[in-house]
């Protein structure tokens, strides 16, 4: 938190240089005192949005500040976020460990500090969350280019802001699948001598992968491509090709939205990412009403070894209820493998709903800051997985923040 905090504290030592008014929302507090990883992407993406508009303020060569950018997301701000998701996977369980959201000399980011014995227990007593702890990292790209793409389809946020950072969200899952097509494009991983000094699962998907088809193996960290049996091979071959999915969205090429009449607008995305239990696809569709109703709803197909479980959920997203006051809210259902297994042919139902409040408190167009409010939300969901939330279980979780804009 503290090198988010110093990239939020020099954005916004710049920000005076910049134009037009957008709106940068932070969550002080998401159910814990410690950071989640919900809330941890959200107070990256609104510092690397005041970051990026400070860059193209103060320079004019857009070539010079799309290599700051990349340069800065890839050896800055996908390490930090993707450590964070697995990270928040294992605070959530009560398991202290060490993020270390930098690339070493093997060119791998790890998270530190946790035993073996430690692992091993939660792989034997709760293995859902021990393959969450696998797939969080990738999760946490995927959430982060999904609130991406709703900013810029919604119109809250410039296409040249936010590109290349919504660009390299989408490619990464699909580079890290690549690495089964060419094993040598991962790092060759040998277990430190130290377990304290080791990686929590190493390659995120083949590990995955190897503890889905045989949980009761003899346990170790890192998984080599080949370590896993042909089966398995196969399988992760077939993750990869759908990873390719992530590449289905207008935005990527600069559609936010498409006019459909002078009072509604709308686009569509397809996803692709990993779940406790296998994967998922995502058919996303987006709604602009009149220039007031912003709504988001996706279909989504639950994939384990065999069988789909089919989910859905639709949002309502800053709707304005009065000159001070605007609201958010959502609707999830699902249906996945019972227990959130990857070989159970039976489904359990499960749910989840939130309403957010944003109240401003202040509000001139005279000042530099053009607004200022906080915000709450309450938040529930039943025992299953719904992405960004690093527990499989019941969650009742109340949220507080700030905002503003300038």
Known sequence: MKRLSLLFFLSFVCFIKA?????????????DVKSTMRQFNQ?????????????????NNEILNSGIKYFAITFFGMPLTHEEGHRSVLTNKGIGSISQPFFNSKGAAYVKGVSDVT??????NDLPTYIHLHTAGLESDYALSNSIEKLLVFNDENFNNLKEEFLLRKI?????????????????LQEEKNELDRDIVGHDIWGMIRHLHRPNDKFHRYTQFNDLTDNEQKYAKKLAWRSFTNLLSPVIYGKTNFKISNNFKGNFSLGH????????????????????????SY???????????????????????????????????????????????????????????NYDLLKNK?????????SSS??????????????????????????FSY
């Not at 107070?43 to 320079?59: A, G, K, P």
């Not at 959502?330 to 939130?354: C, H, K, R, V």
């Open 19 to 31: 134009q037009n008014i957008r709106s940068y929302k932070f969550d002080i507090y998401d159910g």
């Open 43 to 59: 107070n990256y993406l609104s510092s690397y949005r005041i970051l990026s508009r400070t860059i193209d303020s103060v320079s």
């Open 119 to 124: 692992l091993k227990n939660l792989r034997d």
């Open 172 to 188: 990464s899952s699909i580079f890290y699948n690549i690495t089964t097509f060419i094993p040598s494009l991962s790092p060759e």
């Open 273 to 296: 990412s990993l779940a406790p239990f296998g994967d998922y696809f995502d058919q996303n569709l987006y709604f602009i009403l009149k220039d007031r109703y912003k709504v988001s």
């Open 299 to 357: 279909i989504r197909e639950n994939l384990n070894q065999n069988n789909v479980f089919m989910a859905g959920g639709i949002s309502l997203n800053n709707y304005v209820v009065s000159s001070k006051i605007n609201i958010s809210s959502s609707i999830d259902l699902w249906n996945q493998p019972e227990n959130s297994s990857f070989t159970s042919n039976s489904g359990t139902f499960g749910g989840s709903a939130s309403l957010s409040v």
């Open 366 to 374: 005279k000042y530099i800051i053009k607004n200022m409010g906080i």
């Open 378 to 403: 309450v938040s529930y969901k039943t025992r299953g997985f719904l992405p960004e939330h690093p527990s499989l279980d019941k969650d009742l979780r109340i949220k507080m923040g700030f905002y």
